[in-house]
């Protein structure tokens, strides 16, 4: 690719890497991940609904926009609390959380946005923390080094610590915030037309690729030693998956991108992972030196039984457990 594709300066986005890798960052360009992260003015969640309200005990809260800001309001009825929102954490697909600054401290609203009640609810963690007053009511006061593992993992570029630098910090889970060196690379590509060397997540065994995923996603040490416990966990992918009796950390057919294209958005469908399953489960598995099982019910639909949708309380959507088992009704929670 000639050298005069890439301006200077040049940010590691899709648009970026397009001419030489477009498979990719067609797909990418729209996902979640690219997304994870926006501004509140440009959230599209708080431009399409320009006033959301709830009330939670004793405390009333409005979110409102006001000349392109979003502004949470809090009142207990005699006094009120008003405070510009920063960012909105989220794509949307659950739901969107905000963050707000005052005294250049970082809270975390109380209140998030939830897709599957078009509206506010307690945020997720806030469950068993009585606030005592109306900024305790507003938000959950978040330490320096938290907001920079945050927005290292809804942005690129961040520099977490010893406090989150955003200077050249890009909204959304951009190329370089997963390819590391891909700056490198592209400067080498841009400079020279020939290519500088990147770490190859392809290579990755599965238990490399949980880890590396669960820089974000959690991995089963974290959860392991720190919690959550019970169904707050479900979210934590690499922590359930660790747990399932086929998993290999050595087994490439188990990890992550086995059956995600980190590159394109989520797979909704279950049926679009029966061929996964199959790579494992399956005659023709068998033939070629598998050891696994194969089902006795079925072979459509494999997720909808050993990876069910469980509900998470509060977040008002349900969540697919990725510890693969014989799952039973009425059966208690793994873990």
Not at 254 to 278: G, M, N, Q
Not at 300 to 312: E, I, T
Not at 320 to 329: G, L, N, Q, S, V
Request: aromatic content about 6%.
């Amino acid at each position: 690719m000639a050298a005069a594709a890439y301006p200077a300066g040049a940010v590691i986005t899709p648009s970026a890497c397009a001419p030489c890798h477009r498979a990719e960052t067609e797909g990418f360009a729209g996902a979640a991940m690219t997304h994870a992260l926006s501004s509140a003015r440009d959230s599209v969640i708080l431009r399409g609904n320009p006033k959301l309200v709830v009330r939670l005990g004793e405390y009333s809260y409005e979110i409102a926009r006001a000349g392109g800001e979003s502004i949470l309001t809090v009142t207990d009825g005699k006094e009120t609390l008003r405070v510009p929102i920063a960012w909105a954490f989220g794509q949307g697909a659950v739901g969107q959380t905000f963050v707000f600054k005052l005294e250049d401290r970082w809270y975390e609203s109380r209140v998030s946005y939830f897709s599957g009640l078009a509206g506010l609810d307690l945020t997720l963690g806030m469950e068993n923390i009585t606030p005592h007053n109306l900024l305790e009511a507003a938000g959950r006061l978040a330490g320096p080094a938290e907001m920079g593992l945050c927005f290292d993992c809804h942005a690129t570029n961040v520099v977490k610590s010893p406090a989150p630098d955003l200077a050249a910090m890009t909204e959304g889970v951009q190329c370089g915030r997963c390819h590391q060196g891909s700056e490198a690379h592209l400067q080498a590509v841009r400079a020279r037309g020939t290519s500088a060397p990147m770490r190859k997540l392809g290579e990755l065994s599965a238990g490399e690729m949980s880890d590396f995923c669960g820089q974000c996603h959690r991995t089963w040490s974290q959860v392991a030693v720190r919690g959550p416990r019970g169904i707050e966990n479900v979210r934590f992918q690499p922590y359930r998956l660790a747990n399932s009796k086929c998993y290999d950390p050595a087994d490439r057919r188990i990890r992550c991108t086995a059956c995600h294209d980190p590159h394109r958005d989520l797979e909704t469908s279950p049926a679009a992972y029966d061929a996964k399953c199959a790579a494992c489960h399956s005659l023709a598995a068998r033939r070629n030196g598998a050891s696994t099982r194969l089902c006795r019910v079925g072979v459509r639909d494999c997720v909808k039984c050993h990876m069910p949708k469980l509900d998470l309380l509060g977040a008002h959507r349900k969540f697919t457990d990725h510890w693969i088992r014989i799952a039973k009704p009425n059966h208690p929670y793994p873990d």
